[in-house]
């Protein structure tokens, strides 16, 4: 239910961008003010959540460990399980953000008789890093269209993406591997009954979204032509801030961009924002130090506190009326008085 919902929300997000071009003619509306409005909502929604993120106390010491951590000098600790220092804890986040680390030690669970059986799950972390690292030499390539000249860096990226030189315009491996790798995330979230139990809407409509993007960009490519040279005449001024919309691009451009643009729109308020957070994650930045630093709760404030003999003293008669032993014995009438007297004799 949750896909079908995510699904019908991109197609009218389609729908929309068909009929405000084609119908009401509104390109500058969604060639200019719609990107604006979404590198801006994007910007400052990133920066709000991170700041967030920095601002939010942190009163135990939380890092994710699962080897040996530094104690004795003779005993060999995990220096990437359990970093002591900073350096350990920058390969460690080096190896996650850039390798998937964690993912790739994924384990898979299946009951075997009455046998639980763990083995290994690779396809998740090769799909995962696929589709990340396609998507981003898509936007690296992508920076043609908004620079003028075009760096170096990008013609080296172009040449090593095209390299099969097929067809003309010559294919793009990373387009249609970025296509492919979406898709199997998500007919991974639609085969697998217990990943399907826990999808929401939320997981589902960036899935759909990117395929939208890339496919409508696949389809400007060899299929529905446009006009490249207004295309990055638009885009070029937009990078400049001095935009103008030249006649003649084609629908399927804006219907393209402004899907682009709701993704940068929504980037900050999804699970997507996951390419912030990682860096702010306590469990992953701390080093794993506490048998050589003392980490002091910052929360800790002096607590009025309930002693044992402040107990025992309000409930002795009762807790003797019981049976349930006392430290000091419950003192009778005649011997509260002697004491009284004695005091006051004194």
């Not at 699962?66 to 005993?75: E, H, N, R, V, Y």
């Not at 702010?280 to 080093?287: G, I």
């Not at 309930?306 to 009762?318: A, L, N, P, V």
């Amino acid at each position: 239910m949750g896909a079908l919902f995510s699904l019908g929300v991109v197609i009218a997000l389609v729908l929309v961008a068909l009929v405000g071009v084609k119908g009401a003619h509104l390109q500058p509306v969604f060639g200019v003010v719609i990107p604006y409005l979404a590198v801006l909502t994007f910007f400052i929604g990133l920066i709000y959540r991170v700041v967030r993120w920095g601002k939010t106390p942190v009163p135990f010491h939380i890092p994710t460990t699962c080897g040996q951590q530094k104690s004795l000098p003779w005993i060999k600790y995990s220096k990437l399980e359990s970093p002591a220092t900073g350096k350990e804890v920058f390969l460690r986040m080096a190896l996650e953000v850039l390798l998937f680390r964690s993912l790739f030690r994924n384990l898979k669970m299946q009951r075997s008789g009455e046998r639980v059986v763990y083995g290994s799950a690779k396809w998740l972390w090769l799909g995962g890093i696929i589709f990340h690292y396609s998507f981003l030499i898509v936007l690296i390539r992508h920076l043609r269209l908004f620079t003028n000249p075009v760096p170096s860096f990008v013609h080296l990226i172009e040449s090593f993406d095209g390299f099969l030189q097929i067809g003309l315009p010559k294919l793009m491996m990373t387009g249609v591997i970025l296509l492919a790798a979406v898709t199997y995330l998500f007919l991974r979230r639609i085969y697998i009954p217990s990943v399907r139990y826990i999808s929401l809407p939320a997981d589902y409509f960036p899935l759909f979204l990117i395929m939208a993007i890339a496919t409508t960009g696949i389809l400007m490519r060899y299929f529905i032509r446009v006009d490249l040279i207004k295309v990055k005449e638009l885009t070029t001024g937009l990078a400049r801030l001095s935009p103008t919309v030249p006649d003649g691009i084609g629908t399927i451009f804006y219907i393209h961009i402004f899907l682009v643009s709701t993704l940068f729109a929504y980037f900050p308020f999804s699970k997507l924002v996951h390419l912030g957070g990682i860096f702010m994650s306590p469990t992953r930045n701390l080093a794993n130090n506490s048998r050589m630093v003392r980490h002091v709760n910052p929360w800790n404030y002096p607590v009025k506190v309930h002693t044992y003999e402040e107990y025992e003293e309000e409930f002795r008669d009762k807790m003797v009326s019981v049976g349930i032993p006392v430290e000091k014995p419950l003192e009778t009438k005649e011997s509260e008085e002697a004491t009284e007297e004695s005091e006051g004799k004194e």
